[in-house]
């Protein structure tokens, strides 16, 4: 493929397009038509020298600046200070001492965050009063209150009274995931239902803070996060599994369903969003006879959700997730044709997506996992059999809460063995390293590891080539 044909893919087109956003969320409203002119400006004159593309690229980028320009103009207001009806228009996060819900009044809105765990659902309506106090400052959060709820202006603490509670399809299905996670503490206990839930639902709540710094510490957050990983387990194995019993096309139907069903049970993270894009990209690749092309899966799956809501580009698990499988898509095929042994290639591809996420990760958290390919090594095989018993396990109790149990005492060996081993390695003293480095350096070395990994799939490649 020539330099030229590699700009006109559409990779690179939506390369493109993602700068613009960024640049314009980094811009005022002055900037941004200054900008927007110049590049205009410049399309003209590539035009009347005849070059096409470029002008068509110089286009794209206008168009980038202009949509997060217009997205920013449609955010809803903020919520004056006072007594206001509403509803809620979320799907509350909720633990033990805390609650956080999306409130609508109009075409106000605000994110509501409580010291207390209140018994809220999707389409509650509340009448929330507050004054000026109240409005609590986004800070280091506001972009992640835009990426996940539209907005940044929040209230901490308001008077809260439900003055009717939420119906609907969608208020029933968030009802029915809530009794799905009752249900799963009703099977197993202690560490083993929290972990059971978040193979499943996705979630850490109910840790203990010395089991979630351990995550960290050994590189596994990822499989209590229903990371593309668990989504993979979901596409590949079960359309496999769906083939064999039924036929493709009702694999692939099935598939699709579970997939579509799967991304509000866990509370449309990015990474899964990502991941199920890309699986159902999987799907329909299956279904038109092709094979899918991952790379481009990887960026329309990224391009979708940024036209959904721009902000997602400062969501740190949007980033960490693209990262970390951009990762695995440019080494990983070479990996598996070289090595044939499957607890290889998973050391391998956890260092891949380690290295990957490693300007991201001292960037955020300052911490550097030594143990993580060999503990995602010694857990990862497991997950799916796990995640498998636990799903049986749910199943089994609508028949009887105690064939559930039964079910479940086979999933809590395993349970038992993946928290064994968190615990184990999050203890050693070496565990991990400790270092922050600012958004600078993180740049410098995602260059650093860009060439390492050209250079990596191209002797991979080579490689591969030679042996097969």
Not at 81 to 103: R, V, W, Y
Not at 185 to 213: M, P
């Amino acid at each position: 493929m020539s330099y030229l044909q590699k700009l006109r893919s559409p990779i690179f087109i939506i390369i493109i397009f993602v700068v613009a956003v960024f640049g314009s969320s980094l811009m005022g409203d002055l900037a941004r038509v200054v900008s927007a002119g110049a590049l205009g400006a410049i399309t003209i004159a590539l035009l009347v020298f005849k070059h096409k593309f470029w002008a068509g690229l110089a286009a794209i980028a206008i168009f980038g600046i202009f949509y997060f320009w217009i997205f920013v103009s449609l955010r809803p207001a903020a919520i004056a200070a006072g007594c206001h009806d509403g509803k809620i228009a979320s799907n509350p996060k909720m633990s033990q001492t805390a609650t956080e819900f999306l409130f609508r009044s109009g075409g106000a809105a605000a994110v509501v965050s409580t010291d207390e765990a209140e018994d809220f659902g999707w389409g509650d309506k509340l009448e929330v009063c507050f004054d000026v106090k109240q409005i609590q400052s986004a800070g280091s959060f506001k972009n992640y209150l835009l990426a996940r709820y539209g907005t940044d202006f929040e209230l901490k603490n308001p008077t809260i009274d439900l003055t009717a509670a939420g119906t609907g399809f969608v208020r029933n299905f968030y009802d029915w995931v809530d009794g799905l996670n009752e249900r799963l503490s009703r099977i197993f206990i202690g560490n083993d239902a929290v972990l059971a839930k978040g193979l499943i639902l996705g979630g850490s709540q109910g840790f203990s803070s010395e089991i979630k710094t351990k995550l960290k510490l050994t590189g596994t957050s990822h499989i209590v996060a229903v990371s593309g990983y668990n989504i993979s387990i979901i596409t590949v194995i079960l359309f496999n599994a769906f083939r064999k019993a039924f036929s493709r096309r009702g694999a692939i139907i099935a598939v699709f369903l579970l997939l579509i069903i799967f991304v509000p049970m866990t509370g449309f993270t990015a990474s899964v969003i990502r991941a199920a894009i890309m699986g159902l990209s999987y799907v329909f690749a299956k279904m038109l006879g092709r094979r899918g092309a991952v790379l481009n899966s990887l960026f329309v799956a990224a391009l979708l959700m940024i036209l959904l809501n721009p902000y997602v580009i400062y969501d740190l698990s949007f980033q960490l997730s693209f990262a970390a499988t951009f990762g695995l898509v440019l080494v990983l095929g070479p990996l598996e044709r070289i090595f044939k042994n499957e607890l290889v290639v998973i050391m391998l591809s956890t260092l891949v997506a380690q290295l990957f996420t490693l300007p991201l990760s001292i960037a955020n958290f300052g911490i550097v996992s030594i143990v993580a390919p060999l503990t995602n090594v010694l857990i990862l095989p497991i997950v799916p059999v796990t995640m498998g018993l636990v799903s049986l396990a749910l199943v089994g109790s609508y028949v009887s809460l105690s064939l559930g149990i039964l079910i479940g005492g086979f999933a809590q060996i395993l349970l038992r063995y993946i928290i064994l081993i968190i615990k184990f390695f999050g203890g050693l003293h070496f565990a991990a390293l400790s270092y922050k480095a600012n958004w600078l350096v993180a740049l410098m070395m995602y260059f650093v590891v860009g060439i390492v990994a050209v250079l990596l799939r191209r002797i991979l490649a080579r490689f591969s080539r030679k042996v097969f």
